[in-house]
């Protein structure tokens, strides 16, 4: 590994955590708003979400370093890209949403939003390297979960 991939893994890295970091800081604010809030039966506890969280910004910050390694000078890298930003400042929203304003149903609408452009970025991703739209795939899964959890918390709280 050159010093210049390891720069770009070390951004990837920031990146991505950093948009999960932004994320948790609304998160542990609201902790007694969420408390009290009705959740569905299949609810995990309130402990798994972190590590889960750690282990997927850490698989998308791979899968972006192999992007970033493939080039980003073709119209395929950049469109790829440009994908990834797009669900990463989706997934950063989320928690903002929720969380700060507690709008539940407008946070379903953007996990919806992210979740499709999840596909779309796995897509891109694999049309230039496999195996970075590979990375995303526990990524992929748990969104979609999210999304019935959300779900399940608007129809439960909803006024």
């Known amino acids: 590994m050159t ?23 609304f998160t542990n604010q609201q902790s007694t708003w969420y408390n009290l809030l009705k959740k569905p039966s299949f609810t995990p506890p309130s402990w798994i979400f972190g590590p889960v969280w750690s282990i997927l910004y850490t698989c998308m910050a791979v899968a972006l370093y192999i992007i970033w390694n493939v080039g980003f000078d ?8 440009i994908a990834f930003g797009i669900q990463l400042a989706a997934n950063t929203v989320w928690s903002f949403l929720f969380f700060k304003f507690h709008l539940i149903f407008v946070a379903l609408l953007d996990c919806i939003v992210l979740f499709v452009a999840i596909i779309i970025t796995m897509n891109a991703f694999a049309q230039i390297e496999p195996v970075a739209a590979y990375f995303l795939i526990p990524y992929f899964v748990w969104v979609g979960f999210a999304c019935v959890l959300n779900m399940g918390l608007w129809l439960l709280n909803k006024k």
């Open 3 to 25: 010093p210049r991939n390891i720069w770009r893994l070390i951004i990837a890295l920031i990146l991505c955590h950093g948009a999960g970091i932004m994320g948790v800081l």
């Open 74 to 81: 073709s119209p395929e890298g950049r469109y790829a890209l």
